[in-house]
């Protein structure tokens, strides 16, 4: 049961809310074990990172549609503390995103996620920056309802 009502409705992965409250929902859940030690790990690593940056020039809300909309088998979306969202990318042992106040956290320095991420966001900067108008909405049938979809 959800203690906190700000959370996702679904697909939250691991909630923590000791030490440091926070939320993640990961992609690659279906690769999980049934404990969910994949997302709990992967949130421990977001929250307390061995590494942290000011994000490159870039616009919260454009850079988290570019990344949603690559349906990247890896994309992770986190709350890391009262009001601070992040979206990124993970993999069981491997953690990085971009945060909505402008930072960059990871794992460590030479992340492979970290790594991920930054091309993500350089190919955004390529792209010129594109923001919500360049998206289109696309629903998809699935067993359990609908997945909403952007495609550029």
């Known amino acids: 049961p959800r203690a906190d009502l700000s959370l996702p409705g679904h697909r939250v992965d691991w909630e923590a809310r000791l030490p440091n409250p926070g939320w993640i929902s990961i992609a690659w859940r279906e690769n999980d074990d049934w404990l969910h030690t994949g997302a709990r ?3 421990d690593r977001l929250l307390t990172p061995g590494h942290t940056e000011p994000a490159p020039d870039v616009d919260w809300r454009s850079a988290l549609l570019w990344i949603a909309s ?4 890896h994309l992770t979306t ?5 009001g601070t969202v992040a979206v990124g990318h993970s993999a069981p042992d491997t953690a990085a ?12 320095p030479d992340s492979v996620s970290l790594r991920i991420l930054r091309d993500w966001i350089g ?3 390529s ?3 594109p923001g919500l108008g360049v998206y289109t909405p696309v629903l998809e049938p699935v ?3 609908w997945h909403l979809r952007l495609s550029r």
Do not use: I, Y
């Open 41 to 43: 790990a992967t949130l």
């Open 97 to 108: 995103a971009l945060t909505d106040d402008g930072r960059l956290v990871a794992d460590h």
């Open 78 to 82: 986190a709350g890391l503390g009262p």
């Open 123 to 125: 190919a955004w900067h």
């Open 70 to 73: 690559t349906s990247d088998e």
């Open 143 to 145: 067993a359990e309802g």
């Open 127 to 129: 792209a010129g920056r």
